[in-house]
């Protein structure tokens, strides 16, 4: 069966600093990825999303970027963190599109202070 | 108006209860429908796909009607359980042809004792 897993679970980090969040799939090949972020209160918003290795498309402007070094490997990063940047961010993969829908990871909590 | 939009509640009701939730998506060319759950800081998990048909899982039913574009889900007979987030999602194609996941920001349920 297919897992996912997300990396750390918590993460209190000053502003300035760098961010690197992983995720990894498992039992699966060649899976969709993407990373959402969900701020407090709020929906979730799409920040990146993966078809394949190497390729990676951005939704919105930010401080943020991904990278996938490996089929399932999915990476977060920043070279600075913002308050702004505070929120539950989220991995989450699918069977191409996501016509059986997405399945996500345990996620992040990360508070920028 | 928003792509997919959900009354967000809260939705107070007592255990044993029938409750429906509805969503409404502005975009006739969606073609997959899903009903997600989110309890509180945890990630989103799948509780059903809506079929046209209509579908039911236990105390968990699940209607599309695509003349008026809205999906609803019905939950019977509720638990102390079911209390959580109920997230719409609508799977559409974009300009270039890509299919994404549209997520409603949610529906709050709380089941009281």
């Known amino acids: 069966s297919q897992t996912i897993h997300q990396w750390p679970a918590t993460l209190v980090q000053p502003v300035g600093s760098p961010l690197s969040l992983e995720c990894t799939v498992e039992?699966?090949?060649?899976?969709?990825l993407y990373w959402y972020r969900q701020a407090a209160g709020r929906g979730l918003q799409l920040l990146f999303y993966?078809?394949?290795?190497?390729?990676i498309s951005s939704e919105v402007p930010q401080n943020l970027s991904a990278s996938r070094p490996q089929d399932r490997q999915f990476i977060l990063s920043s070279k600075k963190l913002l308050l702004s940047d505070s929120g539950f961010y989220l991995c989450?993969?699918?069977?191409?599109?996501?016509?059986?829908?997405?399945?996500f990871g345990s996620g992040t909590r990360l508070t920028v202070v | 108006r928003k792509e997919v939009e959900q009354d967000p509640g809260p939705f107070n009701v007592p255990e044993g209860a029938t409750v429906a939730f509805n969503c409404t998506y502005s975009n006739s060319a969606s073609q997959s429908f899903f009903w997600y759950r989110q309890d509180c800081r945890k990630e989103p998990k799948l509780l059903m796909s809506?079929?046209?048909?209509?579908n039911e899982d236990g105390r968990f039913t699940a209607q599309l009607n695509r003349a008026s574009q809205y999906i609803s889900l019905l939950i019977r007979d509720s638990k102390l359980s079911d209390s959580a987030t109920y997230l719409c999602?609508?799977?559409?194609?974009?300009?270039?042809?890509?299919?994404?996941?549209?997520w409603g920001l949610g529906t709050s349920l709380a089941v009281n004792p």
């Open positions: 993966s078809v394949g290795i190497g390729q």
């Open positions: 999602v609508v799977n559409k194609a974009n300009a270039g042809n890509n299919r994404k996941l549209i």
């Open positions: 809506v079929y046209s048909s209509g």
């Open positions: 989450a993969w699918s069977i191409g599109a996501g016509v059986y829908g997405y399945t």
């Open positions: 039992g699966t090949s060649n899976p969709n």
